[in-house]
T-cell receptor, first 113, second 115 residues
Framework: GDSVTQMEGPVTLSEEAFLTINCTYT??????LFWYVQYPGEGLQLLLK?????DKGSNKGFEATYRKETTSFHLEKGSVQVSDSAVYFC????????????FGTGTKLQVIP | EADIYQTPRYLVIGTGKKITLECSQT?????MYWYQQDPGMELHLIHY???????EKGDLSSESTVSRIRTEHFPLTLESARPSHTSQYLC??????????????FGPGTRLTVT
């Protein structure tokens, strides 16, 4: 079945540091790929997405490129801020009957001033 | 903008009580979901619905039940709460994005504590 593997956290960075959170996936066919963010005490919010190979999703300075050859969708940001502290989930949506979304286990990011 | 609501946001209740967690969305989405999120952050799908009068169990076995009598409303019920039910419960709905994917929209969650 479909699965998503993302790097374990927590990740602690200083403000303005470069961020990479690794995500790889296993799926049949051509899934859509997502990054969701969860701020403390809230639900998940869609951060960015990519629906086909070589697509780049971007939002709020975050980027991720759909790499089919390496089955990866790594999240990057050039300069993190304290306000980016949150939990980040990589996810995929396959072509299943009810459009099931498979989530990774989440990576907690803490940015310190 | 996504509008999906959950009440209550926080609930502390004693063992054996019956509880209902409410979830409503104003976007007219057919598909809705309930997830249980453990303290380690991992999400587990416990129920989903394709539309009115359609409900299915998810990947994680749960003693809760759901109903879908109206498109906008997807409540989750525990007939007899136990401490093992203590968790964060997230409701979501989804629609076709028009660009090749279904996107899920999440409510703020209900944090349930059973004492």
């Amino acid at each position: 079945g479909d699965s998503v593997t993302q790097m374990e956290g927590p990740v602690t960075l200083s403000e303005e540091a470069f961020l990479t959170i690794n995500c790889t996936y296993t799926a049949t066919g051509y899934p859509s790929l997502f990054w969701y963010v969860q701020y403390p005490g809230e639900g998940l919010q869609l951060l960015l997405k990519a629906t086909k190979a070589d697509d780049k999703g971007s939002n709020k300075g975050f980027e991720a490129t759909y790499r089919k050859e390496t089955t990866s969708f790594h999240l990057e940001k050039g300069s993190v801020q304290v306000s980016d502290s949150a939990v980040y989930f990589c996810a995929l949506s396959g072509s299943g009957g009810y459009q099931k979304v498979t989530f990774g286990t989440g990576t907690k990011l803490q940015v310190i001033p | 903008e996504a509008d999906i609501y959950q009440t209550p946001r926080y609930l502390v209740i004693g063992t054996g009580k019956k509880i209902t967690l409410e979830c409503s969305q104003t976007m007219g989405h057919d598909k809705m979901y309930w997830y249980q999120q453990d303290p380690g952050m991992e999400l587990h799908l416990i129920h989903y619905s394709y539309g009115v009068n359609s409900t299915e169990k998810g990947d994680l076995s749960s003693e809760s039940t759901v109903s879908r009598i109206r498109t906008e409303h997807f409540p989750l019920t525990l007939e007899s709460a136990r401490p093992s039910h203590t968790s964060q419960y997230l409701c979501a709905s989804s629609e076709w994005s028009g660009t090749g994917s279904y996107e899920q929209y999440f409510g703020p969650g209900t944090r349930l504590t059973v004492t």
